[in-house]
């Protein structure tokens, strides 16, 4: 069974960085597309950067280009965004998404295993 536990995040000013995790198992992970989505309250979930099988592809939307970073460390099955100069509209729950062949990159229904999320606050 897939398990995506992710961590990392907390309360940061507008402006700071946090670096997020998420830790898989249960799953061949080298074989999957990973992908980091947020929903902030009373708002649809929306995607934010993916990451290709090998790591070559990296897919980022637009609202984060230039300030988040995704990468993956196969051998210890982990997934990362980096997310610097953060705004306070970046405030959400973040959530780690793993799928062997997604439909989309960008899609959260095309992702078929979930984490539990971890929460950003970022202060004005």
């Known amino acids: 069974q897939v398990q995506l536990v992710e961590s990392g995040g907390g309360l940061v000013q507008a402006g700071g960085s946090l670096r997020l995790s998420c830790a898989a198992s249960?799953?061949?992970?080298?074989?999957?597309?990973m992908g980091w989505f947020r929903q902030a309250p009373g708002k649809e979930r929306e995607w934010a950067a993916s990451?290709?099988?090998?790591?070559?592809?990296?897919y980022y939307a637009e609202f984060v280009k230039g300030r988040f970073s995704i990468s993956r460390d196969d051998a210890k099955n982990m997934v990362y965004l980096q997310m610097n100069s953060l705004k306070p509209e970046d405030t959400a729950a973040y959530y780690c998404?793993?799928?062997?062949?997604?439909?989309?990159?960008?899609?959260?229904?095309?992702?078929?295993?979930w984490g539990q999320g971890t929460q950003v606050t970022v202060s004005s």
């Open positions: 249960g799953l061949s992970f080298s074989s999957y597309v």
């Open positions: 998404a793993a799928d062997l062949r997604p439909y989309s990159y960008t899609v959260d229904t095309a992702f078929g295993s």
């Open positions: 990451i290709s099988r090998g790591g070559n592809g990296l």
